[in-house]
């Protein structure tokens, strides 16, 4: 499945709860629903420029691309060639386990 699909799903289903800023390393923001989920990394990654590294994960399947903030929207082009735009309200801040 195509990241741009499956965040439609995650839109439709996740839950907007805490903030889009997080402290240390790994994960500062998630989005999920069932066994999809994007993470937004504080890390550039591959990423140039402003970008930071974003990951699609569902099952086996890993996707890894690039974010920045835009307004009240985060924008993340996927290195498999597809985009997404969404909105920051949208993600949370990852539990720490």
Do not use: N, T
């Amino acid at each position: 499945m195509r990241p741009s699909a499956a965040l439609f799903g995650l839109l439709l289903v996740g839950s907007v709860s805490g903030s889009a800023v997080g402290e240390g390393l790994g994960p500062i923001a998630e989005v999920q629903a069932g066994d999809a989920r994007v993470e937004l990394h504080r890390e550039p990654g591959p990423c140039v420029g402003e970008a930071r590294w974003a990951l699609y994960l569902q099952d086996k399947i890993r996707v890894p691309g690039c974010w920045l903030l835009a307004g009240d929207s985060v924008q993340i082009a996927w290195l498999d060639g597809s985009a997404s735009v969404v909105p920051v309200r949208a993600f949370r801040k990852p539990e720490i386990l």
